[in-house]
C-alpha cells in the first residue's frame, strides 16, 4: 500500500501527469485494503468459532496502512521539503519539485 501510495504521489508531481499510472496504483491501493479488510474479518471470524488463528492481524497495522495511504497525497509538501533537503541526482530532485 505505502509502495503505490508513492507511486500515486509520483505519478501526478511528474510532468506531464502520468494519469494511467496514477489510476494503476490507485487501483492497486483499493485492492491492498480490500484484501487487508477481507484478512481481519476472515481472522474475527475464525476466533468467533473458536479455531486457531494461524496469522496475527493487528486492526493497527490496517490502520497504519490506511493512514500511511491518505497521508502521503496530504503530506506532500512535508515530505517534498524534507527530501529537498537530501542531496538526490537532478533527475530525481526535477521530479520531485
Known amino acids: 500500500t505505502v509502495y503505490s501510495g508513492l507511486f500515486m504521489l509520483f505519478a501526478w508531481r511528474v510532468q506531464p501527469r502520468n494519469y ?7 487501483f ?3 485492492a491492498q485494503l480490500y484484501q487487508l479488510k477481507r ?6 471470524q475464525r476466533k468467533a468459532e473458536g479455531k ?4 496475527h492481524f493487528s486492526p493497527v497495522a490496517f490502520g497504519a496502512a490506511v493512514l500511511t ?8 509538501r512535508p515530505i517534498q521539503q524534507a527530501v ?3 542531496s538526490l541526482p537532478q533527475p530525481v530532485q526535477n521530479v520531485l519539485h
Open 69 to 76: 495511504g491518505l497521508g502521503l497525497g496530504a503530506a506532500g
Open 84 to 86: 529537498s533537503k537530501v
Open 28 to 30: 492497486n491501493v483499493g
Open 52 to 55: 486457531e488463528v494461524t496469522s
Open 39 to 44: 484478512g481481519y474479518e476472515y481472522q474475527q
Open 20 to 26: 494511467l499510472l496514477l489510476s494503476c496504483h490507485t
